[in-house]
Nanobody
Framework: EVQLQASGGGLVQAGGSLRLSCAAS????????IGWFRQAPGKEREEVAC????????MYLDSVKGRFTISVDSAKNTAYLQMNGLRPEDTAVYYC??????????????WGAGTLVTVSS
């Protein structure tokens, strides 16, 4: 079965960097959409970044453009979210999701458990 596992969260100071990883397994095809979502305490879930695994297409939430970068390493079956210049408002539980349809959307078929990112001021 298709499985996704997010990892790499932790506690960092404002202005710091963190790289999240999303290990994928069980996808019958290599071409699919992979997305990063986050949910802060008391707030609704929002889409942070999205990438197609083979055609290079990427999309970002406006507030993270220039700071976050999504990438895919097909050889390792892993997607990443490099987060630089972190701000306290980036604090949230981050999730990765996958689907054979692109671009990413909130009803994606496969989701991993979240990893907590806490940015202190």
């Amino acid at each position: 079965e298709v499985q996704l596992q997010a990892s790499g969260g932790g506690l960092v100071q404002a202005g710091g960097s963190l790289r999240l990883s999303c290990a994928a397994s069980g996808f019958p095809r290599a071409d699919y959409a992979i997305g990063w979502f986050r949910q802060a305490p008391g707030k609704e879930r929002e889409e942070v970044a999205c990438a197609h695994t083979t055609d290079g297409s990427t999309m970002y939430l406006d507030s993270v453009k220039g700071r976050f970068t999504i990438s895919v390493d097909s050889a390792k079956n892993t997607a990443y979210l490099q987060m630089n210049g972190l701000r306290p408002e980036d604090t949230a539980v981050y999730y990765c999701a996958g689907d054979y349809r692109f671009p990413c959307y909130y009803g994606m078929d496969y989701w991993g458990a979240g990893t907590l990112v806490t940015v202190s001021s």
